[in-house]
């Protein structure tokens, strides 16, 4: 069974809650309206899966992750934001616990890299799926990220992300790999689409930059990093070093590729 990279740590979820419906999965949007229910697989704090709900009300919306604490923190986002048709639980990605057919919408945000059978996860949404659903997956490509300039301490970061994640079962450049994950799930209907999130004003980049340089150092990260052996206090803290140094280059640039795939069932 995959381990989760990144945990939720203070860092993890001030990532987390940036996402919106707009900036995560605007390709999904058209093929939602009133009284859509929708399954949002790996909610977690619920900012996208409350923005859905209002797109789909009154539509039913469930919001499924593993972590009781997180979904905690999004059901309290529903209440303050005044959403009342979204429910939250938790549930095994691979053992969902609703009946066939149950949901006109399956979507899942940043969850396949991180699971260690993504073909059997997709099975199961689709199992969950009615006639004509729709399932709507999206993940990130960390082979392809791009930034500038190009300083060694972040291709260090990088290099040891990437064998973090797949020592713990995952596959961080999932983002090419959905369109096959997803025929070979049973889809045959399927559309595949690309889009970016992109940090280089101020704000955004001396955010993303604190956000990272956080996760370096103190998050679950962090902390499979050490206990995997492949790398060491010292090493993360010149990591961290690195992405404060970059976040403070007025020419910084960072660029996240991601691969998007709506099926039809």
């Known amino acids: 069974m995959a ?20 900036n995560s999965c605007a390709y999904l949007l058209d093929d939602l309206g009133p009284g859509v229910d929708l399954l949002d697989v790996g909610c977690g704090p619920g900012t996208i899966t409350t923005d859905l709900a209002r797109i789909v009300a009154p539509g039913r919306v469930v919001g499924v992750d593993t972590s009781h604490e997180v979904l905690l923190k999004a059901s309290e986002l529903a209440s303050a934001r005044g959403v009342t048709n979204t429910m939250f639980e938790p549930a095994d990605v691979y053992a969902l616990p609703y009946g066939n057919a149950s949901f006109d919408v399956v979507h899942a945000h940043q969850v396949l890299q991180h699971l260690d059978d993504p073909v059997a996860a997709l099975r199961e949404m689709r199992r969950v799926l009615r006639p004509h659903g729709v399932l709507a997956v ?111 280059r007025e020419d910084g640039w960072f660029a996240m590729v991601h691969g998007e795939v709506v099926a039809r069932r």
Request: charged share 25%; proline share 3%.
């Open 3 to 22: 381990r989760y990279t990144h945990g939720h740590s203070e860092s993890v979820l001030r990532s987390h809650t940036w996402r919106t419906a707009e």
């Open 138 to 248: 999206r993940d990130v490509d960390y082979g392809g990220m791009r930034w500038f300039p190009r300083l060694p301490g972040l291709d260090e970061w990088l290099d040891l992300y990437q064998q973090v994640a797949r020592r713990n079962g995952g596959e961080p450049d999932a983002g090419p790999r959905l369109l096959g994950w997803v025929r070979a799930a049973g889809f045959t209907d399927t559309t595949a689409t690309a889009s970016t999130w992109c940090y280089a004003d101020d704000e955004t980049r001396r955010w993303w930059a604190g956000v990272w340089a956080d996760r370096v150092q103190h998050s679950r990260f962090a902390e499979h990093a050490e206990d995997l052996g492949l790398a060491d206090a010292s090493g993360l803290e010149a990591m961290a070093t690195a992405w404060r140094e970059w976040g403070e």
